[in-house]
C-alpha cells in the first residue's frame, strides 16, 4: 500500500507533493494489488525498476496525474535503453499534457513499451507507450524474441563484413559459371571444372578453419561431394554410343530383312522368320532405351556436382572474407578500448560460420538425394528392361538380371567399403593439416564382358606436413580362379616448401597370365593446388613397344581429358557396312 493513501484509478487528489526521486520510480500505489486500469496491462513479471524508491506518500496507481505533481525525469528520453530485468519496459504511462508520469524506470503506468531493441532475457519490447488519446506515441516491437540474430542487431563491423562477404561470394560463384562456359567454349567440359572448383574450395574453406572453426567441417563435406565428372562426361558418351549403336542395329535387321524381295522367298517360313526378328529388334530397343536413359542419368549426377561446386565455391569465398574480417577483429582486442567491441564481432563471425556449415550441409543432402535417385532410376530401369526383353522373347533375361545384381553388389561392396573408410580419412584430415599417414585407400572389384574379375586396391600416403605423398596399388585379373594378368603402379608427388606447385611422377607395369611383361607406361604432372590447376601427361608402350599417349588438363577455364597428340585411329565399320 505504502505509507499514504493510494488512488486507485482516478486523478489524484491535491495531497502531499511526489518528491522527485520518486517520479515514476516506483509501481503505482506501492502495492502489487491495485487494480487501476494500467495495473491490469502490466506482465505478472515485471518488477520495480532498480531506480525506484520507496513509497514515501500518495502515489498514482497508473491513472491520470496532474503536470504539477510530475518530476521530470533525468532519463526522459530513454526509448533506446533495455530493461535491466529482461522483461518488456515502459517508457510513460498515461499523460495529460506535455509531461510523462514516469519516463526512463519501469511503471505501472501504461502499456507496456520500450525501444524496439531485445531485452537481455530475450523479451520483446514495444517502442513506446499510449497517450491520452489511446494512440501509440511510436509504436511496433521486435519480433527477435531471442532467435536467429537480424541485420539491426549486429555490429555495425559484422554487418559489413557479412554484406561485402555475401557480394564476394555471389560474384566468385557466377566467375566459376564464366569460367566453365569458357571451358565449354574451348572445346572442354562444363562440368569438367568441377574438380578444379572444388580443390580451390576445400583449399579456402581449411584456410578460413584456423580462425572459423566451423569452416573445417565445411571443408571436409566439399571434400565428400568432390568427384570426377570429367570421367563421368566421357562414361556418359560411351554409353550414348552404345544406345545409338544398338537403335541403328535394330533398324538395319529390319531392313534387311525388309528388303528381300517377296518372290524370292514364298515359304511359310517367313512371317515366322519375320516375326522372330520384330521381336529381336524390340528388345535391341528397349535396351537402347534404357541405356539412353543411364548416360542421362549419368550427366544428371555431373551437371549436379558442378552446380554443387558453384555453390561451394561462392561458400568458400565467404568463409574466407569472414575470416579476414575476424583477424582485423582479433588484431583490435589488444586494445583497452577495442577488446568489447572486437569479442562481439567474433562470436558474430562465428555464429554467421555455423550458419554457413548449415547451409553447406543442406546442400551436401540435396546432392545424395540426387545421387540416390539417380540410382534407383537406373536400378528400376533395369528391371523394366528384363521384364520387356522377357516378354519379347529373351527367357534369360531375368536370370541375366539377377546375375548382374550380384556381380554389381560386390563392386557396390568394394565402393562403398572404400568411400566410409575414405571419408573417414578426410575426416581427420579436415584442417589441411595431415593427422594420419594414410590419406586415402582404393580398393576395387569389378567384371568386364569376358567375365573377368579385376580386384585389387591401392593407398597413398602423406607426410605430416602435406609437402610429400607416395602411392602404391596392385590389381590381379582372375578368371575362373585363374590368375589372367597384373598391374603394379606407383607414383610419387613433391610440393616444394614455401610454393603451391606440386610435381609427381610414376609408371605402371603389367604383365598377362604367363607373367610377360605386356605394357609399360609413365607419367608425369604438375599441380598448383590454390587455383585448382593440374596437368598430366602419360606415355604407354604396348607387348609390341608400340607407343600410345594420353593428357589431362584441368583449370577452372580450360580443360582436356584423355586427349592425345597422336592422330586418333577410326573404329571399324560394322559387319553389315563391310558385305560381310
Not at 572459423?212 to 550414348?240: I, N, Q, R
Request: charged content about 15%; overall charge negative.
Amino acid at each position: 500500500m505504502g505509507n499514504g493513501a493510494g488512488n486507485r484509478g482516478g486523478q489524484s487528489p491535491g495531497g502531499p507533493e511526489t518528491p522527485p526521486w520518486d517520479s515514476g520510480g516506483q509501481n503505482s500505489g506501492g502495492s502489487p494489488d491495485h487494480g487501476g486500469p494500467a495495473q491490469s496491462r502490466q506482465s505478472s513479471g515485471n518488477s520495480p525498476g532498480p531506480d525506484s524508491r520507496p513509497s514515501g506518500g500518495p502515489q498514482s496507481s497508473g491513472g491520470e496525474t496532474p503536470a504539477s505533481q510530475t518530476a521530470p525525469s533525468p532519463q526522459q528520453d530513454a526509448g533506446s535503453q533495455q530493461s535491466p530485468s529482461g522483461d518488456a519496459s515502459s517508457r510513460g504511462g498515461r499523460s495529460t499534457g506535455d509531461q510523462s508520469s514516469g519516463s526512463g524506470t519501469p511503471t505501472s503506468g501504461g502499456p507496456d513499451s520500450g525501444s524496439g531493441q531485445q531485452s537481455p532475457a530475450g523479451d520483446q519490447s514495444s517502442s513506446g507507450g499510449q497517450n491520452a488519446n489511446n494512440h501509440s506515441t511510436s509504436g511496433g516491437q521486435n519480433s527477435s524474441g531471442g532467435g536467429q540474430q537480424s541485420s539491426s542487431q549486429r555490429h555495425p563491423q559484422t554487418q559489413n563484413a557479412h554484406s561485402k562477404s555475401l557480394k564476394q561470394g555471389v560474384g566468385a560463384g557466377a566467375l566459376g559459371l564464366g569460367g566453365a562456359l569458357m571451358a565449354a567454349a574451348s572445346g572442354g567440359s562444363i562440368v569438367g571444372v568441377h574438380e578444379s572448383l572444388m580443390s580451390v574450395a576445400t583449399n579456402m574453406a581449411q584456410g578460413a578453419g584456423f580462425v572459423l572453426p566451423p569452416a573445417f567441417m565445411v571443408a571436409f563435406l566439399f571434400k565428400e561431394s568432390t568427384a570426377k565428372t570429367t570421367k563421368l562426361e566421357v562414361a556418359a558418351k560411351d554409353w550414348a554410343d552404345a544406345a545409338n549403336k544398338l537403335s541403328e542395329a535394330a533398324q538395319t535387321i529390319r531392313t534387311m530383312v525388309k528388303a528381300i524381295p517377296y518372290e524370292a522367298w514364298t515359304m511359310d517360313d517367313r512371317p515366322l522368320y519375320e516375326s522372330a526378328v520384330e521381336d529381336f529388334g524390340q528388345q535391341l530397343d528397349a535396351l537402347a532405351q534404357y541405356i539412353d536413359a543411364v548416360q542421362i542419368s549419368i550427366m544428371v549426377v555431373a551437371y549436379a556436382l558442378f552446380t554443387y561446386s558453384i555453390f561451394a565455391f561462392g561458400m568458400a569465398v565467404y568463409l574466407d572474407a569472414l575470416a579476414i574480417c575476424v583477424g582485423a577483429a582479433a588484431a583490435a582486442s589488444v586494445t583497452v578500448v577495442g577488446a568489447p567491441a572486437s569479442a562481439t564481432v567474433i562470436a558474430e563471425c562465428q555464429a554467421l560460420a555455423s550458419t554457413g556449415l548449415t547451409i553447406t550441409a543442406v546442400a551436401t543432402g540435396v546432392l545424395a538425394a540426387v545421387a540416390t535417385g539417380v540410382a534407383m532410376v537406373m536400378g528400376g530401369g533395369a528391371l523394366l528392361t528384363a521384364n520387356s526383353q522377357q516378354d519379347n522373347g529373351a527367357t534369360g533375361a531375368f536370370d541375366a538380371f539377377k546375375k548382374a545384381v550380384v556381380t554389381g553388389g560386390a563392386a557396390a561392396g568394394a565402393n562403398l567399403l572404400q568411400g566410409a573408410a575414405n571419408s573417414g580419412l578426410n575426416f581427420l584430415n579436415r584442417s589441411g593439416v595431415k593427422m594420419f599417414p594414410l590419406a586415402e585407400v582404393d580398393f576395387d572389384a569389378d567384371r568386364d564382358i569376358e567375365n573377368t574379375w579385376n580386384v585389387g586396391g591401392g593407398v597413398k600416403l602423406t607426410t605430416p606436413e602435406g609437402q610429400g605423398e607416395a602411392e602404391a596399388g596392385y590389381h590381379a585379373k582372375i578368371k575362373d580362379g585363374h590368375v589372367q594378368g597384373q598391374e603394379l603402379e606407383a607414383k610419387g608427388k613433391w610440393t616444394h616448401p614455401g610454393s603451391d606447385v606440386g610435381i609427381g611422377g610414376g609408371g605402371k607395369l603389367e604383365w598377362d597370365e604367363n607373367e610377360n611383361l605386356k605394357n609399360k607406361s609413365v607419367n608425369v604432372g604438375v599441380e598448383h593446388g590454390p587455383s585448382g590447376s593440374k596437368v598430366e601427361y602419360e606415355a604407354n608402350w604396348d607387348e609390341n613397344n608400340k607407343y600410345s599417349d594420353k593428357y589431362n588438363v584441368n583449370t577452372p577455364i580450360f580443360n582436356r581429358t584423355d586427349g592425345s597428340f597422336e592422330k586418333k585411329q577410326e573404329d571399324p565399320p560394322p559387319p553389315w557396312d563391310q558385305g560381310l
